[in-house]
């Protein structure tokens, strides 16, 4: 028979498995997103890392936290870890854009910058 603790702990872990799948569905869609990124970054020649805005959304992630009474440095590993997956991500994306793009004769990403009138 349960107890009225053990009820208790159950609901709340199935409080915490909700939590997690939301915090998956939002790492999801973020990878999503960075892959759209990712296209545009190759598309206009430019490098995976934009160092500036790392550290501007490190910042952001560390702020947030601190807002909600959570560690400063498990906010910053938390960060890291996602950048790192985001950038390991873009970058195969791009390679194998760049692989397709050798393969066939069609619109290179410079073009798009002469369109654009970039170059």
Sequence with gaps: M???WQANLAALRRRIDALDEQLIECLAQRFLVAQEIARLKWQYNMSVVQADRAQD????????GKAHQIDPVFMARLYQLIHE??????AAWMAQA???????????RDDH????GQV
């Design 57 to 64: 959304v490190e910042r952001r992630y560390i702020e947030a």
């Design 2 to 4: 349960e107890t009225d």
């Design 85 to 90: 997956e985001t950038c390991r991500m873009q």
């Design 98 to 108: 760049s692989q397709a793009e050798r393969r066939q004769s069609g619109v290179r």
């Design 113 to 116: 910058r002469h369109a654009a």
